[in-house]
């Protein structure tokens, strides 16, 4: 009896563990979903509970991407068109679980990473670069299942080799092919302006009819690099654009069909 006393203690949670539950279940249900007009009717929004599931997963990976901008990827992704989903600036793989798991929900299909891990490209402080896409691997692991890959380079090298029937194979990841549109493209890489124009100009153009540009850090408290590159593309391209909205520090921009 006592040690059935003991086996069934060692699975309940501790106090602290259920009101860190109990506190996510409240700032999910006080989250506002972005309001806009889509291009396209989506697919039905996830429950509460998948929600609070899917951030409770994303949020055991170290990373940027906040319960706002998880949101906001939500949304955005259940109004996809079917394409591919491109990475730029992948770290330890916080947003790409979610991308990943997102893509397989909706069927939208399969999420490239880009990053160069170099250690000249890390914070400093950070495990090297080395280090870091271990990280990323073990941390997508679990999630890829045949629908992610990664490409270890700069955004420009990558853009070269990107385009239709792409196939990349990694050792973590094994093969994966890709059609050559993006349903939805996160830019995250770089922030200085020049920087971020060359991803936008490299990598907007594959955008598929009603797919989604993320351009994150477009409210960055360290410069306005990613907001004067969005602007300039919203202006630019305004007679094709269906929706924007701002979530997070991030702007989500979305093409017309």
Not at 130 to 142: H, K, R, V
Not at 226 to 245: C, H, K, N, Y
């Amino acid at each position: 009896m006592v040690a059935l006393k003991q086996t069934l203690e060692s699975h309940v949670a501790p106090q602290d563990d259920a009101r860190v539950y109990r506190a996510l279940r409240e700032r999910v249900s006080a989250l506002k979903t972005p309001r806009f007009w889509p291009a396209a009717p989506g697919q039905p929004a996830l429950t509460p509970l998948e929600r609070a599931g899917l951030m409770r997963l994303v949020d055991a990976i170290p990373g940027g991407c906040g319960e706002a901008t998880m949101i906001a990827v939500m949304e955005a992704m259940r109004h996809a068109p079917k394409g591919d989903v491109v990475e730029i600036g992948a770290g330890w793989g916080r947003s790409a679980a979610l991308l990943v798991w997102l893509a397989r929900r909706y069927q939208v299909g399969p999420v490239l990473c880009i990053d160069p891990w170099l250690n000249d490209t890390l914070v400093k402080g950070a495990p090297r670069a080395d280090e870091a896409l271990a990280i990323f691997e073990i941390n997508l692991s679990p999630i890829a299942d045949g629908r992610l890959n990664y490409l270890r380079a700069r955004s420009a090298d990558a853009a070269r080799a990107y385009g239709e029937a792409l196939t990349v194979t990694t050792d973590a990841f094994g093969t994966t092919v890709y059609q050559g549109e993006i349903a939805f493209l996160h830019i995250d890489g770089a922030h200085a302006e020049a920087e971020v124009a060359r991803d936008c100009e490299l990598w907007s153009p594959r955008v598929a009819p009603g797919g989604w540009i993320h351009f994150d850090d477009y409210d960055w408290a360290h410069g306005d690099g990613p907001r004067r590159v969005a602007d300039a593309f919203l202006a630019r391209e305004s007679g094709r654009i269906a929706a924007q909205f701002q979530a997070g520090p991030g702007l989500f921009v979305q093409l017309k069909r």
